[in-house]
């Protein structure tokens, strides 16, 4: 099957090959056909399978009939905006834009991205030029329609990428605002990396009888991932980090951690270790994320440290390393983390750096993508005799088992915790805070 066999025009096929597209993957092969023909969509379907692909090219060649119809009947009228997709983060807008205009390279198609965190006037100056697609953020977005800046009255299909990202960041309100502007609406497209609850309760209030492709694998995680896992104590997590780095001679590694105040701390100490480095989270303006992602895809700097949120939509080509610094709250964001290796049939090497808080998370995880992570001893990194005990499961140790260790009881011992802050701190002869 090829990709002028589903349907699709000679502009669109020519694009795929310059990317390198031999043939359509089987989301792609299954999605377009059906969207063609202009029926509601859910795919499911994990990351690196070809869904942004499955879903902007019938739109492209949707745009493209338009065209071709409004010549035949000598209607040469400027360009209506009909396509619309909604992202949960900018980042991943941006990628998706730059996907776009790689597949419509060879057509007159123009686009435009909005999203928030930036100025505003000249994503308005973009759209007052009238464009044919849009890609958006859902706060912006909404901003735009409240002020009046652009025109929804035409978009006949929307896509929702990563819709259950959307979910976890409580974007459904959101979303339903924003389709009671879009009175023209056709085809809506939902794509999730997980089928659960939550999203086929979603797909039942936004989609008419659509079609559901869900392209299931043997394993959660792409099995050209090499995992492997190293305990250590936390006190040296940062020294093995600089370590690995440099021992493995890693050209390119993406870090990821749990909170941004983490994301900074490991910046600060890879370049006190001499690694050129650079962190992307929330708190970072748009131009200072967007400046240190072109860094790191140009190997400008080796390591980029990044929040899970933050790196929703990072698409970096030949990304063999990734790292966890710490495990993610959710399972489900390890899939996503480790999943920016390995991409378009390559292979790539996951590694995660556990402490005791760690070693625990790390059994839901192994039970979640069901799978065994190998667990690796580090030469002058090594652990006490009980926490390897609990990495190799000799001793069972839940998370719960651990929060209550490090604050005392099942609720904390309060009463511990205020008899230690009233005891005198001691240093040498001298005592602070105690009588005379």
Sequence with gaps: MTFRQLGLCSEIAKACEDRGYESPTKIQEEAI????????????????????????????????????????NGDNSSRVLTKLIIAPTRELALQLEKSVKSYATHMDIETCCVYGGSNIKPQVRRLEERV???IATTGRLMDLIRKGKINVTKIDTLVLDEADSMLDMGFVADIEEIMKNLTNLKQVVLCSATLGPNIKKLSSQLLHNPKVIEIKTKDRVNDRIEQIAYPCTAEKKLEMLSFLIGTKNMKQVLVFCKTKASAEEIVKNLKLDGLKAASVHGDKTHGARVKAITQFKEGQIKVLVATDVAARGLDIVDL???????????????????????????????????????????????????QKIPLLELEGFEVDKRMKMIATKKIVETKDDFKRKKIGGAFGNKKKRQDAKKAPKQRGRRIIGGSK
């Design 320 to 370: 063999f390393y990734v790292i966890n610094f710490d495990l993610p709250f959710m399972p489900i964001d390890y899939v996503h983390r480790i999943g920016r290796t390995a991409r378009a049939g390559k292979n790539g090497i996951a590694i995660s750096l556990l402490d005791a808080y760690d070693v625990a998370t790390i059994r839901d995880v192994e039970k979640y993508i069901e």
């Design 33 to 72: 056909v059906h969207l063609l023909r202009k029926r509601d969509l859910l795919a499911i379907a994990r990351t690196g399978t070809g869904k942004t692909a499955a879903f902007v090219l019938p739109m492209l060649q949707d745009i493209k009939n338009k065209q071709i119809e409004a010549e035949k």
């Design 132 to 134: 044919d697609l849009v």
